[in-house]
């Protein structure tokens, strides 16, 4: 469990946050010509941790989206469904 200290001075659980800002990138995801992008306006430091756990693409690009993996494609969609899908 990583803990980052200097979150307005709140510790907390960088796993779960990775988590959840996958999860909410289903919502900006779209198709283009080169794979599926979700839009980069999520914490830098997450989006980082995200590229290099193999998610996404580098988000330090002039591009205002990522690309995602086809596992981070896999994985979102399963977290989104997870955290946000209503259960019938």
Known sequence: ??????????????????????????LTSFKDPV???????????TMERLHTK???SDPKSKAKSVVLSK???????ELFAKHFALKR
């Open 35 to 45: 794979g599926i992008r979700a839009w980069k306006g999520q914490d830098w430091d």
């Open 1 to 26: 469990m990583a803990l980052k200290p200097e979150a307005n001075g709140m510790d907390y659980d960088q796993d779960k946050v990775d988590e959840m800002t996958l999860a909410l990138l289903w």
């Open 54 to 56: 193999g998610f996404i």
């Open 71 to 77: 596992e981070g494609e896999k994985r979102l969609k």
